[in-house]
């Protein structure tokens, strides 16, 4: 049994960074897609970005060249370095498993394992 644990969030000024862990513990295979996701009340949870089994990796436009995903399949960890935050970001942030290496669903119901979150609160 797998269990996704992040840390990191926080309340940042805007302008500010922050750094994301994910943290696997169970079966914790580095073949898998593993994506950060966020959530904001009333909406659905959407893809900040994602880093297949390959490392190949994708951002949504609206953290482009802000935020960095990355995986140390040693430390079994995920992390998302982001930077040049602003009130938009403010969201809690999950990090989730894909079923597949190199196939990363752009949608959260495809994801069958989730952290519990961590929350990310950005002051102008």
């Known amino acids: 049994q797998v269990q996704l644990v992040e840390s990191g969030g926080g309340p940042v000024q805007a302008g500010g960074s922050l750094r994301l862990s994910c943290v696997a513990s169970?079966?914790?295979?580095?073949?898998?897609?593993m994506a950060w996701f966020r959530r904001t009340p009333g909406k659905q949870r959407e893809r900040v970005a994602y880093?297949?089994?390959?490392?190949?990796?994708l951002y949504a436009d609206s953290v482009k060249g802000r935020f960095t995903i990355s995986r140390d399949n040693v430390e079994n960890a995920l992390y998302l370095d982001m930077s040049s935050l602003n009130p938009d970001d403010t969201a809690m942030y999950y990090c989730?498993?894909?079923?597949?290496?190199?196939?990363?669903?752009?949608?959260?119901?495809?994801?069958?394992?989730w952290g519990q979150g961590t929350q990310v609160t950005i002051s102008s």
């Open positions: 989730a498993r894909s079923p597949w290496g190199r196939f990363c669903p752009g949608s959260w119901f495809d994801y069958g394992i």
């Open positions: 169970g079966d914790t295979s580095s073949n898998y897609c």
């Open positions: 880093i297949d089994s390959n490392g190949r990796t």
